[in-house]
């Protein structure tokens, strides 16, 4: 799928918000060209894909805008080799752009109908080493760790800290931590031993992270 101009002018802002933040890292950048961005968005909402804001999508949940996923797997520094988990498949499109950095991306949504569509859209888009699956992400993967790399796009009202057995040493997970009704703070979370070693990523408003799937959706 190529874009026409107008999404090309769009997509040209975003690279000049992306090098301005210095989050131009070339393999990241050629992956998100590579993933067609409104192939992931309702249809009327393909005008704003480039932009920074959320945009809501199927059963009731919303696609990231653009610069905080950006700057979320940039905090991630995927590269060839790594096995990753993502909790929150949504559209699928984190997925996808991962799934071209990353040897292997296993992606939970609650969601029979995101994790069923995004599993589609990977497949027209030829990305067999993305694993889509409805699941209880609540508490990750632990019986298919470990992984180098795990992001969640919801949030945890305390460190996860049961995470920490899951990654392989070295890795690195993203997740929001606080409160579900006030702000929230996407963190990165780098594996030294036992713990943790945290640094802030952006401010956000996340669902709080929800056990069991859905039964109807």
């Not at 996923?69 to 949504?90: C, F, K, S, Y």
């Not at 702000?183 to 056990?211: C, D, H, I, N, T």
Request: with cysteine.
């Amino acid at each position: 799928m190529t874009m026409d101009e107008a999404e090309r002018e769009r997509f040209a802002a975003f690279l000049l918000r992306m090098r301005t933040a210095g989050l131009d890292r070339r393999e990241l950048i050629a992956a998100v060209e590579a993933t067609p961005r409104s192939a992931f968005v309702p249809a009327q909402w393909v005008a704003d894909a480039w932009r920074d804001r959320s945009l809501p999508i199927e059963c009731g949940e919303t696609i990231e805008g653009i610069d905080l996923q950006m700057r979320v797997l940039a905090a991630l520094e995927i590269e060839p080799g790594h096995r990753v988990l993502e909790i929150g498949t949504g559209s699928g499109y984190t997925s996808a752009v991962m799934g071209r950095l990353a040897a292997r991306v296993l992606t939970l949504d609650r969601y029979k109908t995101l994790a069923a569509q995004a599993r589609q859209r990977h497949e027209t888009l030829g990305l067999s080493n993305v694993m889509v699956r409805q699941a209880d992400g609540t508490n990750g993967a632990p019986a298919e760790g470990p992984f180098d790399r795990i992001v969640v796009w919801a949030a945890y009202e305390s460190l996860p800290r049961n995470f920490v057995d899951q990654l392989a040493t070295g890795g690195i997970m993203a997740a929001a931590i606080g409160l579900a009704d006030g702000v929230q703070q996407m963190e990165r979370m780098a594996k030294l031993g036992s713990r943790f070693e945290r640094s802030p990523l952006a401010e956000v408003r996340f669902q709080p992270v929800m056990s069991g799937v859905a039964a109807a959706l």
